[in-house]
């Protein structure tokens, strides 16, 4: 009996399962309907309802899940649509394999609609690796490749182009394969970063994303703690490193130079763990790159590490860097220990609501285990003195800079982690970026609470526009945004609250619904210091 001889749709499907796809998230279109045809049923097709949104959940669940997710767009526009969020992909390492449709073959010389011209072309420079396959044989392997491409340290987005008549011509099962991707540091440079540790006096720990995203919290805590560090979130960090109720937790350093600079003023060795040497939002001077402070490097990016101004780097991946550290650290007991950060006063319940008191009471009612998914910049300060996150697995955002990845996200972390409740805290500005991802968690039923910082306007441009002394900009005001009436159309429920006295009951509400719900809070518009000093 002779083998059955696959279409190139079929191989890809067993590419898709060799490396444990159960979803797939798209917004569909002519070029792709030959793939998409009789759905399997043992893999969940997630419908985003814009591509922005496919490519924002898709990145969300890679993350929380630690595995590729695979991503199906239409043609060169829905690519276009998805490249803000392809955009910050790229830049929160998330491992995706995102495919576009392509116009038939036996039409590109003709220059067809729906038409890519250098189709692979296109998402560069923010895809790890870029195929229109020559052949449409060749379309599985090209799959294969970029998954295996995109799981390699640094990880990252890969693009395939997919000529909409190669789904149904014959094809065939790469061989699977698998590439151990964690690599150790150099042992030398460990011993000597270790001796370094521990011959100073007031050593300062920077910790960045990439710990919690390669599920290194607990090493990294052990490896604080051994060595009596005073421990810092590195600048704009897009995740959760360090318990921030830890006592050795010191406080979040500003994207500003002179700013980072007064916080890690008197260590006398910085160590960064998985950030860059550092991220900075606006020019200053920063004399810890040039007084002579010793910095330390350790990180899984040849480009971080190259482009990092002073110090030493360590290249290896965070599980084998801590554990190599850890252990090679002498045994540390007189150093003396900073006081622990002071909890912060509960703030008073006026109105308009102060952004502070309506998140000090989010932070008492969401569950101990709620996931924090946030994009409200202009309330960061505030967030972060009065929503501490526990650490590992509790807080993603987007480490671009770039408007609407956290909503629809939030429904790629919901996916990812059923039983558990998420709160997407977002600003009204960013909100409207990819609002049509809640009809999507209110498709599925998804326990997200939306909960939308409503100070009638971009904050954050408001406060740069002081910072910079650009005086009277267009286009910061954002008058007559109803939430409630957005969210109700796309079939989630909301409340709107205005009085401080209703904040509790409402936010309760949502919080334990079944499905999702948004509260809009109407929070005073005062302009926020969003470089402010970080408190020690």
């Not at 014959?170 to 540091?185: K, N, W």
């Not at 160590?271 to 200053?284: K, M, N, Q, S």
């Not at 920063?286 to 402070?293: E, Y």
Request: hydrophobic share 45%; aromatic share 8%; net charge negative.
């Amino acid at each position: 009996m002779s083998p059955k001889i696959l279409t190139v749709r079929e191989a890809t499907l067993g590419v898709l399962r060799s490396f444990g796809v159960d979803r797939v998230f798209g917004n569909p279109g002519s070029t792709e309907l030959s793939f998409l045809h009789d759905w399997p049923a043992d893999i969940d097709y997630v419908l985003g309802l814009q591509e922005a949104c496919v490519v924002g959940m898709a990145d969300g669940y890679a993350q929380a899940t630690s595995r590729p997710a695979f991503v199906n767009l239409h043609s060169a526009a829905g690519l276009g649509h998805a490249l803000g969020n392809l955009f910050t992909a790229f830049r929160n390492k998330t491992p995706l394999v995102i495919t576009a449709g392509q116009q038939a073959r036996s039409l590109l010389r003709m220059r067809p609609y729906l038409f890519a011209e250098d189709a692979e072309q296109f998402p560069k420079p923010y895809v790890k690796w870029s195929s229109e396959p020559a052949r449409a044989e060749d379309v599985p392997a090209a799959i294969a490749q970029a998954f295996l491409t995109a799981m390699q340290h640094p990880r990252g987005p890969s693009f395939v182009s997919v000529p909409s008549d190669d789904w149904a011509r014959p094809g065939a099962l790469p061989p699977v394969r698998s590439i151990a991707t964690e690599f150790a540091p150099d042992p030398a440079a460990v011993v000597r970063l270790a001796a370094a540790i521990g011959a100073a006096s007031k050593p300062a720990f920077v910790i960045g994303p990439e710990v919690d995203r390669s599920g290194c919290v607990e090493q990294m805590v052990a490896v604080a703690e051994r060595a009596r560090a005073a421990v810092w979130a590195s600048p704009m960090s897009s995740r959760s490193s360090f318990p921030e109720r830890h006592s050795q937790f010191a406080g979040f350093l500003p994207a500003v130079p002179d700013g980072l600079a007064r916080a890690l003023r008197g260590a006398d060795l910085i160590v960064v763990f998985g950030a860059p040497v550092f991220t900075f939002h606006v020019e200053g001077q920063c004399d810890v790159l040039n007084d002579g402070t010793p910095v330390w490097q350790i990180t899984d990016d040849p480009t971080e590490a190259a482009s990092a101004p002073v110090g030493e780097t360590v290249i290896g991946t965070l599980p084998k860097a801590l554990g190599a550290l850890l252990p090679a650290l002498p045994d540390i007991v007189d150093r003396e220990q900073r006081a622990a950060r002071p909890t912060p006063a509960v703030p008073a319940a006026m109105n308009p609501i102060p952004p502070a008191y309506a998140l000090s009471r989010l932070s008492a009612l969401m569950p101990e285990d709620a996931i924090m998914v946030e994009e409200a910049p202009s309330h960061r300060p505030a967030i972060q003195q009065y929503l501490p996150r526990s650490g590992a697995d509790s807080f993603y955002t987007m480490a671009s800079g770039g408007l609407g990845y956290s909503l629809p996200a939030s429904v790629g972390i919901a996916l990812a982690r059923p039983g558990r409740r998420i709160v997407c805290l977002i600003g009204d500005g960013s909100a409207m970026y990819c609002i049509q991802a809640i009809w999507t968690a209110a498709q599925r039923g998804l326990p997200i609470t939306f909960v939308v910082m409503n100070n009638s306007g971009y904050g954050a441009m408001r406060a740069f526009s002081q910072i910079m002394q650009a005086h009277r900009p267009p286009g910061i005001d954002l008058p007559g945004l109803d939430f409630v009436a957005l969210a109700k159309g796309l079939g989630c429920p909301g409340q709107r609250v205005t009085e401080a006295e209703h904040l509790d009951r409402i936010l309760g509400a949502a919080l334990a619904a079944n499905g999702p719900a948004l509260v809009d809070i109407a929070v005073d518009d005062a302009v926020t210091d969003i470089f402010s000093p970080p408190r020690s």
